[in-house]
């Protein structure tokens, strides 16, 4: 089974600015199928909260910072997003919420699938049952 897992990103530092990348398969696990951002978040709200049966994703606080809380089925594992040449890997089948997030932060968030709400488990019970194998 494959692991979440903090990548860093190049960072090439410039006076007239930084630039970072990713590119599959040197930082990036996977192909880009899709790609989407999330912004504008009112503080104290919580994104995500659900799992992909086959959606893997990787993660990049563009701007800002936000927790990215990751759950196996068995324990819990929180991520803090706050540089923008980190990218979080996560594998499919892992339950995640993205809270806390900073004012004028943005989330970028890249897939390996295009979107289906098919892919999407949304019972915390049923993917512990899934994951645990009942
Ligand atoms: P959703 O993934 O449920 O957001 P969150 O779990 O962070 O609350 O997506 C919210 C809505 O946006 C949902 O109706 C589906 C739609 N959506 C797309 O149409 N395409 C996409 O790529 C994504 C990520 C969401």
Redesign the pocket.
């Known amino acids: 089974m494959q692991k979440p897992e903090l990548i860093e990103l190049p960072k090439i530092v410039d006076p007239r600015g930084n630039l970072s990348f990713f590119e599959y398969p040197k930082q990036l696990p996977f192909e880009i199928a ?1 790609t ?1 951002w ?1 912004y504008d978040v009112p503080g104290g709200e919580i ?4 799992a992909f049966r086959e959606q893997q994703e990787f993660i990049v606080a563009l701007s800002g910072s936000f927790d990215v809380v990751l759950h196996d089925g068995k324990d819990e594992l929180r991520f803090s997003l706050n540089r923008s040449y980190h990218g979080l890997f996560i594998p499919n089948l892992f339950w995640r919420s993205l809270e806390n997030f900073s004012t004028n932060s943005i989330a970028l968030i890249v897939s390996n699938k295009k ?1 289906s709400h098919l892919d999407y488990i949304r019972d915390f019970e049923e993917f512990k049952n899934l994951k645990n194998g009942f």
């Not at 994104?47 to 659900?50: D, F, P, Q």
Request: proline share 0%; charged share 25%.
């Open positions: 899709r989407y999330i994104r995500g909260s659900h979107f």
